[in-house]
Every structure is written in C-alpha cells, then in structure tokens.
C-alpha cells in the first residue's frame, strides 16, 4: 500500500459518486485504505515469519497460547478469537501439532473437547519471533505520538462498536 495508492482509491471512488451522488465519499475511501492496508499488513507478516514455516493466523494463534502459558486453550476458543472457523481451526492446529510447537489432548472435563498447549519448541519459537515482530510494530507506529495512538485505537473501538450495530448487507432470509 501507498500513498499513491490511496490517491487512486479516491479518485476511484470520487468517479463512482458522479454516477452515485448519495456515495458518502470520505467514508468510501476509508473503508476501502482500511481494507487495503489490513491486506498489506498481513501479507508482510506472512513474508516475515515464512522463513520460520508460519503464516499470520498460525502466528495469532501461537500467540494467544504463549499468552495462556502452560494452560491448554480449547481449539474453538481460539477459533473465537482468531475469527476463524473450525474448519480452518483444525488446518491451523494440525499444521502447529505437525511441526512439533504445539500438543493437542482430549480435555480432563469432557474427553471430546481437544485441548491445546505450546511444546517448549512453539515457546522457544515465540520468545524468538516476539521479539522481531515488536520490531516491525515499532517501525509502522515509530511516527504516532502516543496521544495519536491512544486516539487511533478509541476511533478504531468507535468504528468496532459501529460494524456490530450496522445492519448486514446480506440478506439472510434466503428463499428456496
């Protein structure tokens, strides 16, 4: 993404609206950079940590469990989290058991429930990554006063609260 880039977003959109002229065009575009830049973003966390053999969702994943220290986290819980499906869930949780950085067990309380936990090489991967990827935030918001980044995340909670209360763009009421 760029700042050229988020020029021709506009000028896109600036067109659009001749033919549309109800488009609230400000929020077109920032709707549109926000999407763009969240692609960016994850594809160059994706380039940082393939060397290590993970993706962005592995990584998150990883994460949340070396936050729960030697606790075990149950998959779908994560899957809540991470806002991935069980599916995907399963995929991301076979791939970390595969290459050794996590155990999967049945739970103590219910033995259908699969528990997860970090092996001390998912840990060891972690205390390794951690430390770069604080590296590469510190570079994207090296430029943020932290007044500007405390404002950015109650403007981003803002826009949160405004998606949930947002009436759905699908229709879910599908006819046979």
Do not use: W
């Amino acid at each position: 993404m760029s700042l050229a880039q988020v020029a021709r977003v506009q000028a896109g959109i600036e067109r659009v609206a001749t033919r549309v002229p109800t488009l609230p065009v400000g929020q077109a575009v920032i709707l549109r950079t926000l999407t763009l830049l969240t692609r960016d973003v994850v594809a160059r966390m994706d380039q940082f940590l393939r060397p290590a053999g993970l993706n962005e969702v592995e990584f998150r994943t990883l994460s949340i469990l070396f936050a729960h220290g030697n606790e075990q986290v149950c998959p779908s819980d994560l899957g809540g989290h991470l806002a991935q499906s069980p599916a995907n869930m399963t995929r991301v949780s076979d791939a970390l058991l595969q290459r050794g950085f996590i155990t999967r067990t049945p739970s103590e309380q219910d033995r259908r429930r699969l528990m997860l936990r970090l092996t001390p090489e998912g840990d060891a991967l972690m205390e390794r990554l951690l430390p770069q990827m604080s590296d590469f935030m510190r570079s994207l918001f090296g430029e943020f006063e932290p007044a500007d980044l405390n404002r950015l995340m109650e403007d981003l909670k803002r826009l949160v609260a405004a998606l949930d209360a947002a009436p759905t763009l699908i229709d879910d009421r599908s006819e046979p």
